[in-house]
């Protein structure tokens, strides 16, 4: 039977969604406009007042908000309360200098619970559950996401964080976890340090898992849902908006649904801001409409999806993103071929030899650009001739260039030769800009 944590909120009709929306639309702008002078410059710059906003439709002739806005305001520009009513602030690890800061005030961090209560119910967990969570606990929204929603669904929640995997193991055993929170890589690490220790997933009483803070391939959920025994769930976050439950799957596992009633979710065209057609991807914009802290008025995430209106057999009426491919930041251009790391995964994990730990290495030789992917492969491989080697390598090579239209060099290593993730794993190395 489907579980919700909120079934009134979770399968509202659509009109009471937009109302709902709209409401909250309307006292966010006034709100912001009042309390955060950057954005009422923004505003004003564009003749925008908030008595302008009479529908819900009048939500695009607001601007855009980007990470460089983040970084312009460092540390507390966007904050839209006094710093006396914020209890809490996360941070994203910026790769270049500043991380962008977000803070909560206690409704926000309620609300956050809420979400991820739901999340988790959506995988079948209750109050009888025990929860463990392996991402990261810290400044990263990971961990103290996941555990206030698990805590607020009154399941035992084990803040396990993230790393020593084999004790990690051990608690999942002892324990009796029967749903794990972590990235998906970090869950493939626990499998094979679970095989390494001499147990077998029926060791395990895991029922599901909630995986997520990083794209991840169909192909790599069967292979993780088949090694822990589990089912494994898609959960979507970032830092700027909330963290892990933004959105999550159902047990349809056909898209994650979006808690509309917090969030106001658009599709735009990454380049030119304008909407896409209905069903079309592109970048995904979030408007916050109930946070208190850090409310975000069309946050550009550059997360590429589509959204999906369709009614969903689960029940629940809050629409349905993609799982989405990757960051735009994160696609590869190679010789003028777009492509996001996770297609090459998807390719790569279709083959049954390969192990789903690999590489993926951009260069520039002679200005041209090259792609070159590390894989790991079974041993029996590695053991067969040379002439099975070379085979295989080509298969896995034309793979790659009849499904994605790009040429690859295929270089096998040894298992266990990539290093493993803990947390976010790091797919690609791209000596590209190195060279420059
Ligand atoms: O990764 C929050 C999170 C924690 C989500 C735990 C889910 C679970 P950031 O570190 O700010 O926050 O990174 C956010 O990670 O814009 C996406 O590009 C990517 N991302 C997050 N979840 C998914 C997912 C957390 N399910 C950035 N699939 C986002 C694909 C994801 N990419």
Redesign the pocket.
């Known amino acids: 039977m489907e579980k919700f944590w909120n079934k009134h909120v979770e399968t509202m009709n659509r009109e009471q969604i937009r109302e709902t929306q709209f409401d909250k639309l309307k006292a966010l702008v006034t709100n912001i406009y009042t309390n955060v002078p950057y954005y009422r410059d923004k505003m004003q710059v564009l003749g925008i007042y908030p008595g302008d906003i009479k529908t819900l439709d009048d939500l695009s002739s607001l601007p855009f908000t980007t990470k460089q806005d983040l970084r312009d305001t460092y540390p507390f520009g966007l904050f839209a309360v006094p710093m006396e009513q914020i209890v809490r602030l996360h941070a ?2 910026g790769t270049t200098g500043k991380p962008t800061v977000v803070g909560y005030t206690r409704r926000d961090i309620e609300m956050w619970e809420e979400c991820m209560a739901r999340c988790l119910a959506m995988e079948g967990a209750d109050k009888s559950s025990r929860v463990q969570v392996s ?1 990261g606990y810290g400044l ?3 961990g103290l ?2 555990h206030y929603g698990a805590e607020k669904m009154g399941a035992v929640t084990i803040p396990a964080s993230s790393g020593n995997t084999q004790r990690q193991i051990m608690m999942m055993i002892d324990f009796g976890v029967t749903h794990l929170c972590c990235t998906p890589s970090y869950a493939m690490n626990i499998a094979e340090v679970m095989q390494e220790m001499g147990h077998t997933k029926d060791d395990f009483k895991l029922i599901s898992g909630c995986f ?5 391939s169909d192909s790599m959920r069967s292979e993780i849902e088949n090694r822990l025994g589990l089912h494994a769930y ?7 908006i909330m ?2 439950s933004v959105s999550h799957e159902c047990r349809y596992q056909n898209g994650l649904h979006i808690w509309e009633d917090n969030f106001i979710a658009e599709i735009t065209n990454p380049d030119t801001g304008l909407p896409v057609k209905p069903g079309e991807s592109g970048d995904l914009v979030i408007t916050t409409i109930n946070k208190e802290g850090f409310p975000l008025i069309r946050y550009k ?3 590429i999806c589509t959204l999906n209106y369709e009614p969903c057999g689960c029940g629940r009426t809050h629409v349905r993103m993609s ?2 491919a ?2 735009t930041d994160d696609m590869l251009i190679i010789r003028g071929v777009n492509v996001f790391p996770s297609q090459i995964e998807s390719v790569l994990l279709s083959i049954s030899e390969i192990q789903p730990h690999y590489q993926i290495i951009v260069d520039r030789i002679n200005n041209s650009d090259t792609l070159t992917i590390e894989i790991e492969i079974d041993e029996s491989i590695f053991s067969d001739d040379i002439k099975g080697i070379e085979d295989f390598q080509k298969t896995a090579g034309n793979k790659i260039n009849s499904v994605l239209g790009i040429n690859a060099k295929i270089r096998l290593v040894e298992p266990k030769s990539i290093p493993r993730s803990e947390g976010k794993a790091k797919r690609v190395i791209d000596r590209r800009s190195l060279n420059v």
Do not use: N, V
């Not at 997520?212 to 991840?216: D, L, Q, R, S």
């Open positions: 994203s690890s991402y990263f929204t990971g996401g996941a997520g803070a990083e794209p991840w898609d959960i979507y976050g970032l830092s700027e963290g892990p995430t550059r997360d799982k989405p990757g960051r």
